[in-house]
């Protein structure tokens, strides 16, 4: 049972930096600091790095296969 909620927990909070993410998209000085503090998260650093750089705004959480749509509008 702790595997399961280790896992739902992990969706969440990938949601919740994807959706961070696109919120700050336009402010990069934001954005880079936010993802830097995301980088100490272990099990996040590659998100981070290949949410920095995408050219254009990240999709929708869903996009990239994650199923918490807690953070999403």
């Known amino acids: 049972m702790a595997t ?6 992990s969706e969440h909070l990938k949601s ?3 959706s961070t993410t696109s919120a700050l998209w336009e402010d990069k000085e934001a954005l880079g600091k936010f993802l830097n503090v995301v980088r100490r998260s272990e099990g996040f650093v590659q998100l981070a790095d290949t949410l920095e750089q995408s050219e254009v705004r990240p999709a929708k ?3 990239y296969g994650v199923t918490s749509r807690e953070f999403q509008e």
């Open 61 to 63: 959480p869903s996009f």
């Open 16 to 18: 919740l930096i994807i």
């Open 4 to 9: 399961s909620e280790a896992v739902t927990e």
